[in-house]
Structure formats: structure tokens, C-alpha cells
T-cell receptor
Framework: GENVEQHPSTLSVQEGDSAVIKCTYSDSASNYFPWYKQELGKGPQLIIDIRSNVGEKKDQRIAVTLNKTAKHFSLHITETQPEDSAVYFCAPTPLGNQFYFGTGTSLTVIP | DAGVTQSPTHLIKTRGQQVTLRCSPISGHKSVSWYQQVLGQGPQFIFQYYEKEERGRGNFPDRFSARQFPNYSSELNVNALLLGDSALYLC????????????FGPGTRLTVL
């Protein structure tokens, strides 16, 4: 099965700074790479995703970059705001019937 | 449009009991997946159902079962509850089955005493 690791496990940044979270996976068949944000007491919310034929995707302050050769993809948040504080999960997805989530990164944005 | 809905929101059971959790997918979505999320960890995949058939199963014991109805809603059943089954149970829906975007519900918090 897929081995998924996220780094760092916790991250604290000052408001306005950038945050980067890296996800490393093992299954070379993975072809869909989403990032989810989970706030306390809520279900995960999709914030950005990328398919394997694209190297980078940006949506306002959020971007995802993919390096399929090295089997990792990263979440970039610029101009962080206190409401960005949450736990972030990556979920690299191969074609097939199994879904794997990373271990999570707890982001704290300090006002 | 309504998102994924789950019921109940919270549930308290004792060891050995059985529980049924319910999920309604986004309108038009034909696939439902179930996840278990223990506090402090990422969601763990339990089942995926597509067009009323089981299409994927994670590494969970046979005490866990599920089904999908003709209207694409789904139920997750857990028998002979253990303390370790205490978790947030999440349902996610997607249009199709493979490699498709999943949208999550708010979850059902199950506490086993």
C-alpha cells in the first residue's frame, strides 16, 4: 500500500509569512494529489488539488507543486492569516480502490 | 447545493453494542467512501461504494460493514464495539470512483465506553 509522510508535523508562522508543507508518497501509480484543511470539529475540506500531468497549480494565496519523479508534492500558503490555522492533510491517490491520507500538519498562524 | 450530510452528529455506545451511521452524498454523486479518524491522526480508509457495490476495502475487521442504497446514500455498521472504535467517522462523496475529488461530511463522533 501507499506510504504517505508529511513534514513538518507542526508549523508556526507569523501572520503574513509563508508556510510550506511537504508530502512524500511511495506509490508511483498515484495520479491525483489533493490537499485538505481540517478545522477543529469539522470534516476535511478540499482546498487545492493537482493531477499528474500538471507540475504546479495556484489559487489565490494557495499553490501546490508536484515532483512526480521524486514522489513528493507541496502545499504553499502565502500571506498567511489567522484563519489559515488548522490541520492540513495530503492524500495522494492512485487509480484503484484505496485512499491514503498523510499524518497531518498542524499550522498555527500567530497574529 | 447541500453538501454531504451525516447522522447522527454524536453517539455514545458501550462495548459489545452495535452502531449504524448514515451518510447522504452530494446530489448527483454516485460514490461514497467511509473513513475512521482517531484523534490526532489522519483519516483511515474503511470502504468505498460505487453504484451500490463495494469497490474498495481498507484494513478493517469484519465487524465493519456498509451498504449503499439506490438513492446513493450509505450506512456504516460496526458490530461488537471495542473501546478502540472511538473515533470520528467521516463520509466522503464523489462523482465517480477512481481518482475523483472527494467531498467530506462533518463526521459522526462515536464514543465507546
Amino acid at each position: 500500500g501507499e506510504n504517505v509522510e508529511q513534514h513538518p508535523s507542526t508549523l508556526s508562522v507569523q501572520e503574513g509569512d509563508s508556510a510550506v508543507i511537504k508530502c512524500t508518497y511511495s506509490d508511483s501509480a498515484s495520479n491525483y494529489f489533493p490537499w485538505y484543511k481540517q478545522e477543529l470539529g469539522k470534516g476535511p475540506q478540499l482546498i487545492i488539488d493537482i493531477r499528474s500531468n500538471v507540475g504546479e497549480k495556484k489559487d489565490q494565496r494557495i499553490a501546490v507543486t508536484l515532483n512526480k519523479t521524486a514522489k513528493h508534492f507541496s502545499l504553499h500558503i502565502t500571506e498567511t492569516q489567522p484563519e489559515d490555522s488548522a490541520v492540513y492533510f495530503c492524500a495522494p491517490t492512485p487509480l484503484g480502490n484505496q485512499f491514503y491520507f498523510g499524518t497531518g500538519t498542524s499550522l498555527t498562524v500567530i497574529p | 447545493d447541500a453538501g454531504v450530510t451525516q447522522s447522527p452528529t454524536h453517539l455514545i455506545k458501550t462495548r459489545g453494542q452495535q452502531v449504524t451511521l448514515r451518510c447522504s452524498p452530494i446530489s448527483g454523486h454516485k460514490s461514497v467512501s467511509w473513513y475512521q479518524q482517531v484523534l490526532g491522526q489522519g483519516p483511515q480508509f474503511i470502504f468505498q461504494y460505487y453504484e451500490k457495490e463495494e469497490r474498495g476495502r481498507g484494513n478493517f475487521p469484519d465487524r465493519f460493514s456498509a451498504r449503499q442504497f439506490p438513492n446513493y446514500s450509505s450506512e456504516l455498521n460496526v458490530n461488537a464495539l471495542l473501546l478502540g472504535d472511538s473515533a470520528l467517522y467521516l463520509c466522503a462523496s464523489s462523482l465517480y470512483r477512481q481518482g475523483d475529488t472527494q467531498y467530506f461530511g462533518p463526521g459522526t463522533r462515536l464514543t465507546v465506553l
